[in-house]
Structure formats: structure tokens, C-alpha cells
């Protein structure tokens, strides 16, 4: 039996002082009486540079504002520090048990103290509360983001089949959205025999040693099961409860869905509003997460075009959160990230002398460094297949590589290039040769190794294959958001959802 925290509930004094946040989209001038749901968007791997590459792009490009930029108009933006228990970097799992607890705790670890002890979630509060849940998610939803919220294990690496056991058990989620079928089926059987919208792209046999079909108990207990976009649709507007599977594995990367013609597969903002419908019926209100995950793919990747739709793919599943909630002013909306990861940036750099250039004034303007221009932003939103995608195609053929890459991303690389991003070791493995340590997956440094040799077309480099230590913006809509100004462990971000739910009891 999980313990439940003891927190004690404090009134909020809702008021017109909300009006005062700086900005032209505040959508706070009608305050509701009471407070009721709650929807937390986390983009996984969505850190500062991250969040500065979306607003770019959407301002230097499309000439217009991401709805993450919207938020930070309101003033209700913070920066949240995201400190494990005993380290400076954090990985998703606490990140996410962090943000779902209040309480710091050792990374890789799920729903636990530091101590190994389980610790109440909001998810689960908020289920004996009589308050509707959901989680939505464009990886597993075993995957170590939407698992932190509901399920407590040692580490987020135990096998798919005890997380989702873990997930699935104690029935304190309405709503799941997202893959993961490979543990939903009985052991010998694919995905698609209980899911059948999934596409044979993304089928996948069975990974447990069981006879268990979690898809027959969740239809007993009352889940409409949806497997395409269409059924998704359809359940939507009916459904109490609801699981909504489409991968036998994690969904795949934006662009590389499009690639392989896809269209069946929801977005994560068709998610976003299927879950919407579902617990909008919800008298008592709900809590809700929606978790952009293939962010933090693509940066552990450094594969920064793919990294550019995932973003935008996030922030129009933020839209829909947004668009709620300016109908249902008694929602509270935050959207966060629960650390950096890959260390990504544009830079200027020696590719020999600057481009000289008469001004109006008659000076010379040559500067001493070639600095990116703006149209290295709408070159990587031409890419349209990933590095991964890519490579596999590319089956360690440097020509096929070469002619590939021109294909899908616009962008012409040498035979010696080509063959750089092909060297292996003795055992057939990649390895980046600066910060080797630091890329400690062989599928990322293979797309690694790809991206350091198109760099200098793009002008991105990358710090590591891994997380980083960055502030996390933190931005929030609707009722006690002005609590997320300022500066603050994550922790404090439950203590805001959990005041919110509160008041409106």
C-alpha cells in the first residue's frame, strides 16, 4: 500500500491581481470560483537551447509566435533547476517523479523516495480524489516520463512488462495515449493482433513471458481501445475511459512518420484533444499530462532538423492545452521541460574570409568570423527524414549516404565526409572522436557522426550526447499560475498543481 502524503490544504485566494501579468496573451480576466484542472505539459529534453531553436525558427521563418512564446507574454514565466537527490544532472525518470511527487529523488529511479520508499503521485492523489487523469505521451507509455507518474520501481529500467503491470494495476488512470503495445499483448503474439490500426512499420511481437492481455481486462473494465487516428476520433466523443495505442514501440520521430506515410498515426496535438474530450466530462475535474518525448531523442541524436519538428510538434500539442483553456478558465496549464540534453547551439565559425559587403553608408561591412545566417533555420526545417532514418537507408554505403543525404535534407556532403560518418570500430560499432565518453549510445553517435559532418552547413554543434545541466523555462495559464515566477528547484512546480486541484475541493 503506497503511503500518502500529508500535505496541508491551502485555500487560494483567487483574484483580479492575476490581470496585472505583463503581456498581450494573458486570458486571466475571467477568473473562475473555483479551481479544477490541471495540464501539465512536459517536453522531455526541452531545456533553454531547445526552447530558443522553436522561437527562432517561428520568428525568424514563419514570421509569427510559437504558442510557447504566447505563454511567456502572460509573466507567468520561471526558470525551475532540475536537481535530483545528490547529483547536479538529472535524468527523465526523476525528473518526472520529481515534478509528480515534490520531492527530490536518486535519478533513474520511479515514484520512490531516497530511501527506496513509494511516494503518493499527483496522478494518484488525484484519482482518490474522485478527479479524472490522464497520460499522454508520444513514446511507451512505460517510458520513463508518463511510468514516473504512476508506477514505483527501483529503476526505470526494469523490464517493459513490470512497468506496465506497475502502470496498469491499481487503475488510477483514465486516459493512455501513446505506444508500448509490444507489453499490452500475450507473450508470441504481435501488437497489431489486440491493436489492429497499428501499421506494420511500427508492429512489433509481444515482450512478455505471459499469457496477460491488458487490452482485454481494460475493455472489461470499461476503456473504449482505439489504435488508429480515426477510431481515436470516434471513441473520443463518447469514452469515459479510454487507451489509445499506436506503436508497438515508442511513436516514430515527426518527419521520418511522414516519410514513411504514416498518416493513421495521431500527432501528439490529435492525442492532446482526444484526451481533452475524455476528461473534459469529468465533473470533479481532472489532472493531465502530455509529454513530448521525441525532443530528447533527437538531442541525444544531434540531429537538430529532427529536433526542430519535435518541437514544433510539442508546441501545437500546446496549443490545444491553450485553446482548452480559454474555454474552461478554471484550468491551470503549465508547460516545462524536465532538463537539456545534447548541449545544442548555433555558433560562428572559420569557414574562411567573410562575405564582403558594401553598405548604404559606404563602409566595408566584412566581419571577422562567418557568422549562421537566418536561412540555417528554414534549412533545417527542410530536412525531412531523420539522421537515423537516414543511416539506416544509407546501409553503410558512403555513395548511398551522399546522394541520401542531398535528398532529405538539401545538403551536399564529400566522399571523405560520407566515409567519416561511416567509420566503425573492430567490433563494428560508431564512436565520436571528441567527448567520446559523453555519447555513450551507438545509435546516437552513429547520427553524431553525421551531424558533425554537415556542421558546417548548418553552423550547430553539440556538447554531448547526453543530458545537461541547463535552468528549464517554465511557463503557466489559468488559475496560480503567478507561482511559477522566479527561480526554483522542480519540486515546486507539484506544489503549485497540487494547490490548484486543492482549491477547487
Known amino acids: 500500500m503506497i503511503a500518502r502524503a500529508s500535505i496541508k490544504i491551502i485555500p487560494l485566494l483567487l483574484s483580479i491581481m492575476l490581470l496585472v501579468a505583463c503581456g498581450p496573451a494573458q486570458n486571466t480576466e475571467q477568473l473562475p470560483a473555483e479551481t479544477r484542472n490541471v495540464i501539465l505539459f512536459i517536453g522531455d529534453g526541452f531545456g533553454a537551447a531547445q526552447t530558443s531553436l522553436g522561437v527562432q525558427y517561428a520568428r525568424l521563418i514563419e514570421k509569427r509566435e510559437l504558442n510557447i512564446e504566447s505563454l511567456m507574454h502572460d509573466g507567468n514565466t520561471g526558470y525551475s533547476l532540475p536537481l535530483p537527490f545528490d547529483s547536479i544532472v538529472i535524468d527523465s525518470a526523476a525528473a518526472a517523479t520529481q515534478l509528480a511527487t515534490g520531492q527530490a529523488v536518486r535519478n533513474e529511479t520511479l515514484g520512490l523516495n531516497p530511501d527506496g520508499y513509494p511516494i503518493e503521485t499527483i496522478v494518484e492523489w488525484a484519482h482518490e480524489h474522485g478527479l479524472g487523469t490522464g497520460l499522454v ?69 509481444s515482450i512478455r513471458d505471459d499469457e496477460i492481455n491488458w487490452a482485454d481486462e481494460l475493455a472489461g473494465q470499461g476503456f473504449a481501445i482505439v489504435s488508429d487516428s480515426t477510431s481515436l476520433r470516434q471513441a473520443a466523443s463518447s469514452a469515459t475511459k479510454l487507451l489509445g495505442i499506436f506503436s508497438a514501440d515508442s511513436l516514430p520521430y515527426v518527419i521520418d512518420g511522414r516519410q514513411m506515410s504514416l498518416s493513421t498515426v495521431p500527432t501528439l496535438a490529435e492525442m492532446t484533444s482526444a484526451a481533452l474530450d475524455v476528461l473534459s466530462r469529468r465533473d470533479e475535474g481532472f489532472f493531465m499530462l502530455v509529454e513530448g518525448g521525441r525532443i530528447d531523442y533527437a538531442a541525444h541524436a544531434n540531429d537538430p532538423g529532427t529536433l526542430l519538428h519535435e518541437i514544433l510538434d510539442f508546441d501545437a500539442a500546446v496549443g490545444k492545452g491553450l485553446e482548452f483553456q480559454r ?162 528547484t522542480n519540486t515546486h512546480i507539484y506544489s503549485v498543481m497540487r494547490e490548484t486541484l486543492e482549491a477547487g475541493r
Open 137 to 205: 505521451t508520444n513514446m511507451r507509455i512505460t517510458h520513463a516520463t508518463p511510468a514516473a507518474f504512476a508506477v514505483h520501481q527501483g529503476s526505470r529500467y526494469n523490464s517493459e512488462q513490470t512497468l506496465m503491470d506497475d502502470l496498469l494495476q491499481d487503475g488510477d488512470v483514465d486516459v493512455f495515449l501513446g505506444g508500448g503495445a509490444r507489453a499490452l499483448v500475450p507473450a508470441g503474439t504481435l501488437a497489431s493482433a489486440a491493436f489492429p490500426g497499428i501499421p506494420k512499420e511500427l508492429d512489433g511481437e
Open 327 to 488: 474555454s474552461h478558465p478554471d484550468t491551470l496549464v503549465v508547460v516545462t521541460g524536465d532538463h537539456g540534453t545534447g548541449g545544442f547551439s548555433f555558433t560562428d565559425a572559420d569557414f574562411g574570409p567573410a562575405t564582403e559587403l558594401l553598405l548604404d553608408s559606404g563602409i566595408v561591412y566584412q566581419p571577422g568570423c562567418c557568422y549562421p545566417p537566418n536561412d540555417r533555420l528554414n534549412i533545417l526545417f527542410q530536412q525531412n527524414a531523420s539522421y537515423s532514418y537516414i543511416l539506416q537507408q544509407a546501409d553503410m554505403d558512403p555513395d548511398k549516404l551522399v546522394e541520401l543525404v542531398l535528398v532529405h535534407t538539401g545538403l551536399e556532403m564529400t566522399m571523405d565526409e560520407a566515409r567519416e560518418a561511416l567509420v566503425r570500430d573492430e567490433q563494428g560499432l560508431p564512436g565520436t572522436k571528441d567527448f567520446r565518453r559523453y555519447h555513450t549510445d551507438p545509435d546516437d553517435s552513429a547520427s553524431a557522426l553525421l551531424g558533425l559532418a554537415l556542421a558546417r552547413h548548418n553552423y550547430v554543434v553539440w556538447s554531448t550526447g547526453e543530458h545537461t545541466s541547463d535552468l528549464v523555462p517554465t511557463y503557466g495559464r489559468g488559475p496560480g499560475a503567478e507561482k511559477l515566477r522566479g527561480i526554483y
